[in-house]
């Protein structure tokens, strides 16, 4: 097998590689998402901010030190749009997700096995009147099911 065709074919196997493809689309996909969010952000949150409000515009705030001038506006327009995307996302898609999560778990929880005795914290059987321990008499506590 020549060089040119052995290189060809390992380039193949790492393109095709299951995690090399879940992260172009991931990528794909955040971009048609940072899109939309910045859409839904721009033009329809800000306004509301801006009709209750006024126009957030800080583009012009400047500050000068030694004949040096710092144009700290768009700094704060571009940190003030973070905080209203970020909220944006957490309302609308983290707090729907984590809701939906939570509904679709079906798992029972998990009834300990073990209990902390309280002389030594070491881990004994709920059940247990003396502890393996430390052997202290400990009040007996019925396993629940």
Known sequence: MSPVSSTASEF??????????????????GTAFTAVVTGLVKDL??????????????????FTINNSTFLVGDFVNAVVSFVIIAFVV?????????????????????????RECPFCLSD?????????????????QEATS
């Open 12 to 29: 193949k196997a790492f393109i095709l590689r299951g995690n090399v493809v879940d992260l172009a689309v991931g990528i794909v996909i």
């Open 45 to 62: 949150i800000t306004p509301i901010i801006a009709a209750i409000f006024g126009k957030p515009d800080f583009s012009t705030i400047s």
């Open 90 to 114: 957490f309302l609308f898609v983290v707090k729907p997700v984590n809701h939906l999560m939570a509904a679709r778990r079906s798992q029972a929880p998990v009834t300990p096995v073990t």
């Open 124 to 140: 004994v059987p709920v059940a247990a009147t003396r502890c393996a321990f430390c052997t202290s008499n400990i009040a007996p």
